[in-house]
């Protein structure tokens, strides 16, 4: 089992001895990881591994049978549900867009219950669309039928944006593309990363991207945090899990 130093300073995220059941079944055990501002840390995992608990726990949707978890220095019990839960913005697997609001009006949700003035929450949204390569005049009025799939995935990550939270949570958010729209949502994520530099918190069960996309990979297996490594360190990994993952890569070793 993996322990990691939680007394971090920078740490956004402190994930801390956090154990979990549902329906009397272990999920989580003993799980303990920082999660540093900037950072992108992928929790890589079989399904069943305890990734999305992990995920859900950490903004008050599961909660912890034992531990603790820290955002922003203040335990999640001390934190308004709500009020947290606005500051993590969560991406997940085709969006999860309100079928029958505009995009403009999915992006805009969270500033406008946070009161914005609606000329502000007009230009985010249009600075969004932007950002993630939509034109704000050809696709701000559209509704999610209208859309691709890549498209509603920008979308997505366009409303998590929304009211600039410091931490974004991504539940498998590619897993369901198209293998060429996948490539071209990563390499956009990671030009977001660059310029938005945003910590993110990010599921995935593909090593390949996992090794693409995290600053650190933290292998989880039957519920138990294995390993937390960067991609070069994971890479030359020992432990049985670890090479299980590693298996799937071509023979060169590396992601493409």
Known sequence: MYYENCAVPSAILEIRDVSCALGGRPVLRHINLTVE???TVVLLGRSGSGKTTL???VNGLVPATSGEIRFEGRGTAQW????????MGYVIQDAGLF?????EANIG????LEKWEPARVAARVDLLLETVGLAPAEFRHRYPRQLSGGQRQRVGISRALGADPPLLLFDEPFASLDPITRYELQRQFLELRSTVRKTALFVTHDVR????LATRIA???EGELESVATPEEFLASRTKEGQAFLACLEDDGRPD
Do not use: I, Q, S, Y
């Open 37 to 39: 501002e900037g950072e």
């Open 55 to 57: 995920l859900k726990t």
């Open 80 to 87: 308004d549900a709500v009020e947290m839960r606005r500051r």
């Open 99 to 103: 079928p029958h609001w505009t995009v």
């Open 109 to 112: 949700l969270v500033p406008r």
């Open 209 to 212: 991207e996992a090794l693409l």
């Open 219 to 221: 292998l989880l297996r």
